[in-house]
């Protein structure tokens, strides 16, 4: 089973991104905040996937995967936006540490997905 983490602060929305994952066959652990999200990166196994708020109470996901990059995890982060609109300029500067976004929750199992068999 392929391990991800989800890094979102409201518990709703962890808990839907959790089961849908879950439901699609992989293992996923929700926690609420960057810090957080950070003492559970140093635990996953190498190729897991991580998905995240875009901004939380302590970060946003740029700085989270910036600091991924620093620490040299090389794991796919998958952020959640509330508009694509202006993707290009949220997400530039994390082109490198393979990042990709959605703006619908219920795509994060199918981004998963594709992450993990285009990695193999």
Known sequence: MNKTLIV??????GRIMSGLL???GY???VVGSIEA??????K????AVIVTAMRLPDGTAKEFANWLKTEVYKFLVIAIV???ANMDAIFSP????????????????MFVSSALRNRN
């Open 8 to 13: 979102d602060a409201s518990d709703a929305d």
């Open 82 to 84: 509330d508009n694509l």
């Open 27 to 29: 293992n996923p652990l």
């Open 94 to 109: 994390l082109r490198n540490n393979q990042c990709c976004c959605t703006s619908l929750k219920r795509n994060i199992p």
């Open 22 to 24: 879950i439901r699609a």
């Open 37 to 42: 999200g950070k003492l559970e990166a140093a």
């Open 44 to 47: 996953l196994p190498p190729g």
